[in-house]
C-alpha cells in the first residue's frame, strides 16, 4: 500500500510540473502583442496541457470535448469585462490598448491555465474523464484557484493582482 502512495504523489508532483509548465507558457504568448493570436496562443497551450494531463492519467484525450471544457470552465470564471478574448481586444485600442493588454493578459492567461489543470488534477485524481467532466461542478473550486493562480502569476510577473 505504501508503494501506490509512492507512486500515486509522483504523479500528482509531475501534474503539477505540468500545470506550473503550462502557465509559464501561457504567460508568455499573454505577453505577445498581437490581439487575438495571443488568445488562440493560451488555448493552444491550455488544450496541450489538458492533453499531457490526460496522457499522465491514462484518460482518453477529446480535443473537442476539451476546447468545449475550456469554454465552459474558463468563460464562468472570468465576468465579461475580463475575460481572456476582451484582454486580447483591448489591445486594438490605439496607444492605451497596447499597455491595458500587456498589463492583463499574461495575468489572466497564466491564472486560467493554472486553475484548469488544478481542477483537472483533482478531477483526475478522484477517477474522473473527459466524458464525466460537469464544469459546473467545478465552478466554485475553478474560482477558488483562479484566485490562487492571480496571486501566484501576479508574484512571478510583478504586475497587479487586479483582473
Do not use: W
Request: aromatic share 8%; glycine share 8%.
Amino acid at each position: 500500500m505504501a508503494e501506490n502512495q509512492v507512486i500515486e504523489n509522483e504523479r500528482i508532483e509531475e501534474a503539477q510540473e505540468i500545470v506550473q509548465t503550462s502557465m509559464y507558457y501561457a504567460i508568455g504568448v499573454g505577453i505577445v502583442p498581437v490581439p487575438v493570436f495571443d488568445f488562440v496562443a493560451v488555448s493552444v497551450v491550455q488544450l496541450d496541457m489538458l492533453r499531457r494531463l490526460c496522457k499522465l492519467y491514462d484518460v482518453k484525450f477529446l480535443e473537442s470535448k476539451g476546447r468545449n471544457i475550456l469554454g465552459a470552465l474558463i468563460g464562468g470564471g472570468f465576468s465579461s469585462t475580463v475575460s481572456p478574448l476582451v484582454a486580447s481586444l483591448v489591445k486594438l485600442i490605439p496607444m492605451v490598448g497596447t499597455t491595458l493588454g500587456a498589463l492583463s493578459m499574461p495575468v489572466i492567461a497564466g491564472s486560467s491555465t493554472y486553475a484548469v489543470g488544478k481542477v483537472f488534477i483533482q478531477h483526475f485524481e478522484s477517477g474522473g474523464t473527459f466524458l464525466n467532466f460537469d464544469p459546473q461542478a467545478v465552478k466554485d473550486f475553478y474560482a477558488q484557484q483562479l484566485k490562487e493562480g492571480v496571486a501566484l502569476v501576479s508574484k512571478v510577473t510583478n504586475k497587479p493582482a487586479a483582473v
